[in-house]
C-alpha cells in the first residue's frame, strides 16, 4: 500500500513494484485512481492496510509551493500527520502482522545550518521545516510496536519531469539561470532513481530499520549546482536570484526552503551497504539530461 502514489515519487514508484511483480495499491481521495481514503477517518481502506505486507507512507502537501501562512503551515502539517497517524491506527488492528513501515521524511529535520556536515546521528535544527518533521516521524515510530519502521529523510529529488529542477528548466533555458542568494549555501540532493532505489532496498533489506538520509553522498553549493545544471543544458548560468525579492515573495518560506540549505551525508545507508549509482551533481544531471 502506498499513500502518495501519484506524486512526483510515488508515480514511478508503484510503476517500479508492479513490474517487480508486487500487488500494488495505491491510497488516494479519487477513487479513479487507488483506493479511496480520507485521513484521519477510518475506512474500508483500513482492512487493505492491516493485511499489507509492506506500507510506504509518501503523502504530504509540498512544502514549496506557496507562502508558509498560519492557514498553509497547518495544511503542512495535518496532510502530513493526519495521514501517518491514520496508516498506524490501520497496522495497529492487526498485531499478528509481520509488515514493514516505510515513512517519508525530509532532510529540513537539520534546520538552518552552515558548513558543517551532518549524518543521522545529529539533533533536529531550528525552524519551522525541522519542527514538522521532527512531528512526522515521530508519528511514523509509534508503528514499531508492530512494525519494522525505516524512515527516509530525503533531500531535494532531481528528475526534469517536476520537482526542483522542473521548476528551473525554464529560466536555465532562456539564459537567466543562476545561484539562488549568495551561492553559497548547501545543497543535499538525490537522483530520483537512487531514492527510489533506497526505497527498493529498504523494502528488500529485512535488516534495515530507523533513520536514513537518502541524500546523495556529495552535497554542492548553490553556486556550483547552478553552473554544472548550466552545462549539462548548454546554457549560462550566471545570473543570481538576490534573496531580498525572494524573501518579500515568500517570506519565512524562501529562508528555510529556498536560501537556507543543509550539507547532509547518508552515512546510515552506506554504512549499511547500499550505493549510489549517481553520487556525484554531474553523474546525475548526465543521466538526467543525457
Do not use: C
Amino acid at each position: 500500500m502506498v499513500s502518495g502514489g501519484s506524486g512526483f515519487l510515488g508515480a514511478p514508484l508503484v510503476k517500479r513494484l508492479a513490474a517487480r511483480g508486487h500487488d500494488v495499491a495505491v491510497l488516494t481521495r479519487d477513487p479513479a485512481r487507488g483506493v479511496e481514503w480520507h485521513p484521519p477517518r477510518q475506512g474500508a481502506w483500513s482492512a487493505r492496510v492491516a493485511e499489507a505486507d509492506v506500507v510506504i507512507n509518501l503523502a504530504g502537501e509540498n512544502v514549496g509551493e506557496g507562502r508558509w501562512t498560519d492557514s498553509r503551515k497547518q495544511r503542512l502539517v495535518s496532510s502530513r500527520l493526519d495521514a501517518t497517524h491514520a496508516l498506524v491506527e490501520a497496522m495497529q488492528s492487526n498485531l499478528a502482522k509481520h509488515r514493514t513501515f516505510i515513512s517519508a521524511s525530509a532532510s529540513g529535520f537539520y534546520g538552518l545550518l552552515g558548513d558543517e556536515v551532518v549524518d543521522e546521528s545529529a539533533p533536529r535544527g531550528e525552524g519551522f521545516l525541522a519542527e514538522l518533521t521532527e512531528k512526522w516521524e515521530a508519528a511514523a515510530r509509534d508503528a514499531i510496536p508492530f512494525a519494522r519502521v525505516v524512515i527516509v529523510r530525503l533531500g531535494v529529488v532531481l528528475e526534469r519531469s517536476g520537482g526542483a529542477l522542473k521548476k528551473m528548466l525554464l529560466p536555465f533555458q532562456l539564459g537567466v539561470g543562476g545561484p539562488i542568494g549568495s551561492g553559497k549555501r548547501w545543497l543535499s540532493w538525490v537522483d530520483r532513481e537512487d531514492a527510489l532505489r533506497a526505497i527498493e532496498w529498504a523494502i528488500d533489506n529485512d535488516a534495515a530499520r530507523g533513520i536514513y538520509n537518502v541524500t546523495a553522498p556529495n552535497p554542492v553549493r548553490s553556486r556550483d549546482f547552478a553552473r554544472a545544471f548550466g552545462r549539462a543544458i548548454h546554457r549560462p548560468a550566471l545570473l543570481p536570484t538576490p534573496a531580498l525579492p525572494l524573501r518579500l515573495v515568500f517570506g519565512q518560506m524562501a529562508d528555510e526552503a529556498l536560501l537556507g540549505g543543509q550539507r547532509v551525508v547518508p552515512n546510515h545507508l552506506i554504512a549499511e551497504g547500499f550505493t549510489f549509482q549517481y553520487p556525484s551533481i554531474e553523474k546525475s544531471f548526465a543521466h538526467i539530461f543525457g
